[in-house]
């Protein structure tokens, strides 16, 4: 059974940062790409940043040069550092591989950028 556990999130200022973990279970999680997905009140889910089993990453122009993904292969665990958040930024944050699987969205964790 496949099993994405989101953490890390909370209330932060504007300017502020966060930490991102999502654990992975039931996957080859070494070989699998794995991505960061957010959706924001009244919104449809986005992807906003990806990274290859070999390390390379990808962003979507909304975070680029903001926030970092990176993964920890010994620990199944893929982050997203999230650095000079806005208050844009709001949103429930998601794991998934790339491209994503319907069947293995998790809970996701709530990140409110809020003054």
């Known amino acids: 059974q496949v099993q994405l556990v989101e953490s890390g999130g909370g209330l932060v200022q504007p300017g502020g940062s966060l930490r991102l973990s999502c654990i992975a279970s039931?996957?080859?999680?070494?070989?699998?790409?794995m991505g960061w997905y957010r959706q924001a009140p009244g919104k449809q889910r986005e992807f906003i940043a990806r990274?290859?089993?070999?390390?390379?990453?990808l962003y979507d122009t909304s975070v680029t040069g903001r926030f970092t993904i990176s993964r920890d292969n010994a620990k199944n665990t893929v982050y997203l550092q999230m650095n000079s958040l806005k208050f844009e930024d709001t949103a429930v944050y998601y794991c998934?591989?790339?491209?994503?699987?319907?069947?293995?969205w998790g809970q996701g964790t709530q990140v409110t950028v809020a003054s």
């Open positions: 998934n591989q790339i491209p994503s699987h319907p069947d293995y």
């Open positions: 990274i290859s089993s070999s390390g390379w990453t």
């Open positions: 039931g996957i080859a999680f070494s070989l699998a790409d």
